[in-house]
């Protein structure tokens, strides 16, 4: 059984979008994929305009993500140090109140269960680290664990260091700006982009069908074709409500399609943990390497949300 391989990368489907439609333009009215473009109501033209916006917006994504790092890497190298000694002095909390270590939520700091957390948002640990110092201010000069010679002794300067939180955060809510702004770019390529990866994907499995006998014709378009013994199976599911579901053996390089009515959050692996992707109904997430097993969680109440996929078996 043959099938196309079809690209993961943002730019691979651009460049296979160029090459099927300069493809069909070489060939002219003898193309054999516009009788098919017609029936399903695809305009090259209008693919090969948008193409080059999507281009435009992911490169500009590209460009914005690039400078939030910057910004990130000038706000840690400023930030880091003191962030260093918070951590020193919440530690050092903990050894003094070690029978009734959930005091230590008077300084702002957080439990999950009977471990402390540190957050990893910067506009949080500047929040922490207020919280503590404020706090530390606040009880009379004999009741403050943290003396006078230990704040000396580590090198701490409280004042200094809540003279530079404003700044911090300044810096922060550039960073996040940047940032927002690089997903909204990349938000308005996917959204035109997916569109045109439906087309292509309809293209390119109507020309393995159309060249049943020698498949890697379909390689003139730019299509990548796999050969394989194994037949693949399409199958449709459901998540069940305020629930998870793990798909095996999903075929590298399809897509999987959340047919809704809710969304889906889809990690990498058998646990519904850690990073995720979501998808929205009618969304689709191309299967790549590392991705043959995943697990897909529906937060929904009331609802059961719905899913297609390819599996190798």
């Known amino acids: 059984m043959s099938r196309i391989k079809l690209p993961t990368p943002i730019p691979e489907w651009i460049k296979l979008c160029r090459k099927v439609v300069a493809k069909d333009l070489l060939d002219g009215g003898s193309s054999i994929i516009r009788p098919y473009n017609i029936e399903n109501e695809i305009e090259l033209d209008t693919d090969e305009t948008n193409i080059g916006i999507a281009e435009a917006k992911y490169q500009l994504s590209k460009d ?13 190298t400023d930030l880091d140090p003191i962030w260093i000694k918070h951590k ?3 530690f050092f909390l903990k050894k003094y109140y070690p029978s009734t270590i959930h005091k ?3 300084y702002g700091v957080t439990f999950h269960g009977n471990k402390i957390f540190f957050p990893a948002d ?8 207020k919280a503590l110092i404020d706090h530390h201010n606040s009880l009379p000069l004999i009741d403050r664990p943290m003396t006078v010679n230990f704040l000396a002794e580590n090198k701490m300067d409280l004042a200094a260091d809540l003279l530079a939180l404003p700044d911090f ?18 938000e308005e390529c996917m959204n035109l982009l997916n569109p045109i990866k439906k087309h292509l994907k309809g293209i390119g499995q109507f020309l393995v069908g159309y060249f049943s006998s020698v498949p890697e014709k379909a390689a003139d378009w730019g299509f990548l074709i796999l050969h394989s013994i194994q037949s693949i199976k399409f199958r449709k599911g459901n998540v069940k409500n305020q629930s998870v579901k793990t798909l095996k053996k999903l075929v590298n390089g399809s897509e ?32 790549k ?25």
Do not use: M
Request: hydrophobic residues 30%.
């Open 289 to 313: 390497y590392g991705y043959g097993t995943i697990t897909l969680q529906n937060l929904d109440e009331k609802n059961n949300t719905g899913y297609e996929a390819e599996f190798t078996q």
């Open 169 to 186: 955060i300044l810096q922060n809510a550039a960073r996040t700006k940047v940032k927002k702004q690089s997903e909204t770019a990349l």
């Open 256 to 287: 999987l399609k959340c047919t809704g009515p809710g969304p889906l959050k889809l990690f990498k692996g058998k646990f519904a943990s850690g990073k995720f992707i979501t998808l929205s109904k009618d969304q689709t997430f191309t299967i």
């Open 88 to 90: 020193i002095r919440v």
């Open 104 to 106: 230590l939520t008077e």
């Open 64 to 76: 914005l993500e690039g400078e939030s790092k910057k910004l990130l890497k000038i706000l840690d």
């Open 122 to 129: 910067r506009d949080l640990r500047c929040e922490c680290i």
